[in-house]
């Protein structure tokens, strides 16, 4: 039985592989740290390993790596979580912090989220279970539109969600509680404020509500191709812009950090290809109607 | 560790974020992601799993951003929130038993894309075998090789990440490395010269291996090489 290689002694055993691992790592019990140390310093086989153990450590942090997300994830992330903003920004209370939001909505989240997105704390009856791969496709599906929808047709994703909730005529403009909003942010303003402007002129909205399997001739979606201006806004907020006896080019209702605003778009005075965007914090309808509301963002931004 | 100066800190981007700004968060993302995925993908071995990992934590960071009470960095937080997602997928697959086929499959596959034509045929065999050996660790000692010895974060962080001891942090590593030796055996037995005895210690089935050599296979051999 014994061999060169034994010649600490015929009776005792190598360690583990995972003792000398372990002592490498310094969590070896004390007794034991010093017996494998003493072993490790005559036996040229343990030692051996100690030293690949080592190589693999290194071998490890040498492996090439992902270098950075790809763009489809990134995308699918950005989707994700647009449609978290969005949401948030339909509560049906806008303005209040967006954290109490997900308790209140949670079909809704759920939906817009592509399903997987829960708690990443694992707790019993998540019940994902098995199968994600299969549920993957609606889920990237739904993270694609969700994708369309923030790109170019946020009024439109909005409205066919409030919808669902409010079965009212949502046409009426006078039910600032109920009516859609969009989130508005210094990112997107730029092109949702274009989106508005040219939902009067062409028919996209309603062919994209086609595609979606939304059709509802009575939708608000198909409003807005009738009537680029708007929902009509009290004289608050278009005393805040300055200019109340202008004929706005479109208005909206949105949230902007938070806030339940009301924009209006009027042309700009010195150049006939842009136009300036006014978010007025539309709280002042119920403050002081008369009065004249709090400018909360400004910009200029082109027709097209 | 962001590497860029950035005018406004994590902390203060996910306050403004609970504040109701919109565009605060995506900003955290476009600074976390990539060091997320690489830790998702590494753990998970399968890029649509990591992509539904990252995703879903992002999602939960998002939304639980008011929770963060600033007791840590937002970093080892989002870190912390990614890899309980991965450990959630991957026990999930565990109790599933997917084969270890399959695994070892698809953690190949991770890595090809990344591996520029000019790296070595041995070299491309060799990272093709640890990663499709770092598959069949079990989760907890996956988790912690991704964090410590392949992303380089310190133990302490590591621990912070996955919540539990320094000291368990460092024996799953010890685990984990113990059980990708004897994979990795034959790679050494035919590319180093010197590798002779660590080889005939750990390679089993050899003609090499001699009664002693038998006598402490290492009992990882069973449960790392040959999953049922």
């Known amino acids: 039985m014994n061999s060169e290689q034994n010649f600490v002694g015929t009776d005792e055993q190598h360690p583990e592989v995972e003792e000398i691992s372990a002592l490498t790592e310094g969590v070896l019990p004390q007794d034991r740290t010093d017996e494998v140390r003493a072993h490790l310093f005559g036996c040229e086989l343990c030692a051996d390993v100690r030293d690949s153990l080592?190589?693999?450590?290194?071998?490890?942090?040498?492996?090439?790596?992902?270098?950075?997300?790809?763009?489809?994830?990134?995308?699918?992330?950005?989707?994700?979580?647009?449609?978290?903003?969005?949401?948030?920004?339909?509560?049906?209370?806008?303005?209040?912090?967006?954290?109490?939001?997900?308790?209140?909505?949670?079909?809704?989240?759920?939906?817009?989220?592509?399903?997987?997105?829960?708690?990443?704390?694992?707790?019993?009856?998540?019940?994902?279970?098995?199968?994600?791969?299969?549920?993957?496709?609606?889920?990237?599906?739904?993270?694609?539109?969700?994708?369309?929808?923030?790109?170019?047709?946020?009024?439109?994703?909005?409205?066919?969600?409030?919808?669902?909730?409010?079965?009212?005529?949502?046409?009426?403009?006078?039910?600032?509680?109920?009516?859609?909003?969009?989130?508005?942010?210094?990112?997107?303003?730029?092109?949702?404020?274009?989106?508005?402007?040219?939902?009067?002129?062409?028919?996209?909205?309603?062919?994209?509500?086609?595609?979606?399997?939304?059709?509802?001739?009575?939708?608000?979606?198909?409003?807005?191709?009738?009537?680029?201006?708007?929902?009509?806004?009290?004289?608050?907020?278009?005393?805040?812009?300055?200019?109340?006896?202008?004929?706005?080019?479109?208005?909206?209702?949105?949230?902007?950090?938070?806030?339940?605003?009301?924009?209006?778009?009027?042309?700009?005075?010195?150049?006939?290809?842009?136009?300036?965007?006014?978010?007025?914090?539309?709280?002042?309808?119920?403050?002081?109607?008369?009065?004249?509301?709090?400018?909360?963002?400004?910009?200029t931004v082109p027709r097209s | 560790m962001d590497g860029v100066a950035e005018p406004l800190s994590d902390r203060e981007l996910l306050a403004r974020h609970v504040a109701g700004d919109h565009d605060?968060?995506?900003?955290?993302?476009?600074?976390?992601?990539?060091?997320?995925?690489?830790?998702?993908?590494?753990?998970?071995?399968?890029?649509?799993?990591?992509?539904?990992?990252?995703?879903?934590?992002?999602?939960?960071?998002?939304?639980?951003?008011?929770?963060?009470?600033?007791?840590?960095?937002?970093?080892?937080w989002l870190h912390r929130i990614t890899v309980n997602a991965c450990l959630d997928r991957l026990r999930r697959a565990e109790n599933r038993r997917t084969s270890p086929v399959s695994d070892s499959d698809r953690f190949e596959e991770l890595l090809e894309p990344h591996e520029s034509a000019e790296v070595p045929a041995e070299r491309k065999e060799l990272h093709s075998e640890l990663v499709t050996a770092l598959g069949t660790l079990p989760a907890d000692q996956r988790a912690a090789l991704v964090l410590v010895d392949m992303q380089g974060y310190p133990v302490a962080e590591a621990a912070d990440i996955l919540g539990v001891p320094m000291g368990t942090v460092k024996s799953r590593c010890a685990r984990g490395r113990a059980r990708l030796l004897p994979l990795l055996s034959h790679l050494h037995s035919g590319t180093m010269d010197n590798a002779a005895a660590a080889g005939g210690r750990n390679r089993t089935g050899s003609a090499s291996v001699t009664p002693t050599a038998a006598q402490h296979k290492p009992r990882s051999d069973q449960g790392g090489g040959g999953n049922p």
Not at chain 1, 166 to 186: E, F, I, N
Request: with cysteine; aromatic share 4%; charged share 25%.
């Open chain 1, 54 to 299: 080592e190589e693999i450590r290194g071998l490890l942090g040498r492996l090439p790596g992902p270098p950075q997300m790809p763009a489809d994830v990134a995308g699918r992330i950005d989707a994700a979580l647009a449609a978290e903003t969005l949401l948030a920004a339909t509560s049906p209370t806008p303005g209040e912090p967006v954290e109490r939001r997900p308790a209140s909505t949670p079909q809704r989240r759920a939906h817009a989220a592509g399903g997987p997105a829960r708690s990443a704390r694992s707790g019993p009856g998540r019940g994902q279970g098995g199968g994600s791969r299969r549920r993957r496709s609606p889920a990237v599906l739904l993270a694609l539109t969700c994708a369309l929808v923030v790109l170019g047709f946020s009024a439109f994703f909005i409205s066919a969600l409030t919808s669902g909730d409010s079965g009212s005529d949502m046409g009426a403009k006078a039910d600032r509680a109920t009516a859609p909003v969009h989130g508005y942010t210094d990112a997107n303003l730029e092109p949702t404020v274009r989106k508005l402007l040219t939902s009067g002129q062409d028919d996209s909205s309603a062919k994209y509500h086609r595609e979606n399997g939304e059709t509802s001739e009575r939708s608000p979606l198909v409003r807005p191709s009738k009537n680029p201006v708007g929902p009509s806004l009290p004289g608050c907020v278009l005393k805040a812009t300055g200019r109340p006896s202008e004929q706005p080019l479109a208005t909206d209702q949105g949230v902007y950090r938070g806030k339940q605003v009301d924009v209006v778009v009027l042309p700009d005075r010195s150049d006939s290809r842009r136009v300036n965007v006014f978010l007025v914090d539309s709280s002042c309808a119920n403050a002081s109607p008369s009065g004249t509301g709090t400018v909360l963002l400004q910009r």
């Open chain 2, 24 to 76: 605060a968060f995506g900003e955290i993302v476009r600074r976390h992601r990539d060091r997320l995925w690489a830790v998702a993908l590494r753990t998970l071995g399968d890029r649509e799993e990591a992509a539904d990992a990252v995703q879903d934590a992002f999602v939960s960071a998002f939304r639980a951003a008011h929770t963060f009470r600033g007791q840590a960095a937002v970093t080892t």
